[in-house]
C-alpha cells in the first residue's frame, strides 16, 4: 500500500503479455497501458473486484478456486518496500485527496494558505486519530478501531515476511529493471499532487514519539530496507 505497487502490476502486465490461463485483477487503468484486466470472466469473486488487495492469508484461502493455476509453490512473491515514515506521509496526502476515502478526516484537510508548520500539525493530529480502514474486502464493522499507520502495517508487513523478491521503492525503475527486465518507464496511478514540497523527516520534527511508533510498528519493512534481496531474471 503507498508503494508503487499499481504502476509495477500494470507494468508487469505490459511486459510479459497477459495468456489464455493467466489472470491479472487490476482496474481498467488508462487504455494507453493496454489491456490490463483479463481473464476474469470464469472467476466471479474477482470479476466483482474482490480480486484487489489480496493479503497472503486471503489469497491462500481463494487460490484453489483459481483455474489452471498450479501450486503457489510454484510462483515468486513479489512485493514492495517503502520508508515507513514516507508512506505514512504519502498515505496522509492521498487519505485527503477525495472526503469519500476511509482516512479522511476535514479538520486535517491541507488546505490552501496553510504553511508548512500547518501542514506538520495536521498531520501529526491525523496520524494519532483511531479510524476504521477495511482491508482484504473485509466489511468496515470488522475493520479494527486504528491509527494510520497500524493500518499501513497490518496490510504491508504480511506481504513483505513472505515475499520472495523485494523492490526498494527508493530505487524503484532500476530495481524493477534488474529484477523484473522492465526497461521503459513505469506508468503513474494513484499519485496525488501536494501543495507543498517537503521531505518526510519535516512531518516528524518534534514529535520523536510518532517517528518511534511508526518504525517499530513496521520492523520486517526496516529489515528489508537494510538488506539487499538477491536479483532474480525475469527475462
Not at 487503468?29 to 473486484?49: M, P, Q, V
Not at 520472495?164 to 503513474?188: A, R
Request: hydrophobic share 30%.
Amino acid at each position: 500500500m503507498k508503494s508503487a505497487s499499481t504502476s509495477v502490476e500494470c507494468a508487469l502486465s505490459m511486459k510479459y503479455p497477459l495468456g489464455p490461463d493467466d489472470i491479472s485483477t487490476g482496474s481498467d487503468g488508462n487504455i494507453l497501458y493496454g489491456e490490463w484486466k483479463k481473464n476474469i470472466e470464469e472467476h466471479t469473486f474477482l470479476a466483482r473486484g474482490r480480486g484487489n488487495h489480496y493479503g497472503p492469508k486471503q489469497l491462500k484461502v481463494v487460490w484453489p478456486l483459481l483455474k489452471n493455476m498450479g501450486s503457489m509453490e510454484e510462483y515468486s512473491i513479489i512485493t514492495i518496500a517503502r520508508n515507513p515514515l514516507d508512506i505514512l506521509v504519502s498515505y496522509f496526502w492521498y487519505s485527503h485527496a477525495f472526503d469519500t476515502l476511509y482516512g479522511y478526516w476535514d479538520k486535517t484537510v491541507p488546505r490552501v494558505g496553510d504553511n508548512n508548520e500547518v501542514i506538520r500539525e495536521k498531520f501529526q493530529e491525523w496520524s494519532r486519530k483511531d479510524y476504521r480502514c477495511p482491508v482484504f474486502k473485509e466489511h468496515i464493522s470488522n475493520a479494527p478501531l486504528e491509527t494510520p499507520h497500524e493500518t499501513l502495517s497490518r496490510i504491508n508487513e504480511p506481504q513483505l515476511s513472505v515475499a520472495d523478491i523485494i523492490i526498494k521503492y527508493s530505487n524503484l525503475q532500476e530495481d524493477c529493471k534488474n529484477k523484473l527486465g522492465i526497461h521503459f518507464p513505469l506508468p503513474k496511478f494513484k499519485t496525488t499532487e501536494r501543495s507543498v514540497k517537503l521531505s518526510p523527516e519535516y512531518y516528524f520534527e518534534n514529535d520523536t514519539e510518532l517517528k518511534n511508533l511508526v518504525i517499530s510498528a513496521m520492523p520486517i519493512t526496516i529489515k528489508m530496507l537494510e538488506k539487499d534481496t538477491p536479483e532474480q531474471n525475469f527475462g
